[in-house]
């Protein structure tokens, strides 16, 4: 069974060889091939040769094409981003909008020619072409409350939530189209996409104002994602969120996340809906520092409780710059030796 067979038949509910692996790898993808993050970052060629080495390397049933997820579309829009001749992440140096009446001056960027969107696109098509057969391949895109805290500012987006919900109301729906067109281009080469939107996680927001002011945009993404006939939906979110996860059910996604702050236990209880898949995480620092016999233990230990849920993906947090590769490589031994139903 190849790793696309693997997670479409579990996106289909239907019975699979073992558990899939999908290890968070963004900065590391550099460090597998001596450079740096904003090397990485700005190449094309880089981040395809980044993309191979980790598909050899890890083996995982995912690979997606992204770095510095949450600044392409806020650059794309007349964000600076900020990058650096050491190991650090590139970040947004600061937001662009003074005021929400300023999302009037913006117009959804065209992503075959808008900042680094082209890169990243061309990377998915060529990666789909040489390993879309045996692996899912997918486009990074933001969600629509991270992309609105680039552009406005986090704290200031909080305040106008409760003082101004009609205008934040706006500058999420800019936002979401934003991401649209960001999907759809990938979408149109082949590739998938999944959302990152860690930033509408608690506690920075409650159960209630994701509710009211997040989920109806996650659903306009799901929806037509789903109307693209994209099987394999994705909405990743860190942090705590069993307290959103009723809603996040609700969103049109399949895939949902379990980091590693979260009893994967609690969060399969919460999100209720078994038809949903929950990608449970093990702590990227203990992957970093914790020994190896550790690693395997942790790691085996949460593949056996989410084996009795069966729909489940093993995952990672995103796995830090310079971590070797032997300790990913415990986690996939880990998937193979044990991911195994009865």
Known sequence: MTSKERVEKLTAGEPIDRVPFEPAIYEHKAFLIGKTPSEVARS?????????KEHMLYGGDFLVAGLDVYNVEAEALGSTVRFFDGNDVPAVSEPILEDLTGVKRLTVPDPETAGRM???????????????????????????????????????????????????????????????AYADAFLDRGAGVVVFDSRCAPPLI???????????FHKTIMTHLKNRNQSVRALIIGGDTIPIDPFLAKTGANILLADF?????????????????????????????GDAPEIEETSRH??????????????????????????????RDAVLNYGRWP
Do not use: C
């Open 44 to 52: 094309g060629e880089l981040l395809y040769q980044a993309l191979l």
């Open 118 to 180: 082209p890169l990243f696109l061309r990377v998915a098509e060529k990666l789909n072409r040489a390993l879309g057969d045996e692996v899912v391949i997918r486009g990074a895109v933001s969600g629509p409350f991270s992309l609105a805290s680039e552009l406005f500012g986090m704290e200031k987006l909080l305040m106008e939530t409760f003082t101004h919900p009609d205008s934040v109301a706006g500058l999420l729906e800019f936002s979401t189209q934003v991401i649209l």
């Open 206 to 216: 409650s159960p209630g104002l994701y509710e009211t002011t997040v989920l109806p």
């Open 261 to 289: 702050t979260v009893d994967p236990e609690k969060a399969f209880d919460a999100v209720s809906d078994r038809s949903i898949i929950l990608r449970a995480n093990l702590d990227p620092f203990q992957l970093r520092y």
């Open 302 to 331: 949460l593949i056996e409780r989410g084996l009795s849920h069966r729909r489940f993906i093993m995952g990672t947090g995103v796995v830090p710059f310079d971590t070797p590769p032997e300790r990913v490589k415990i986690v």
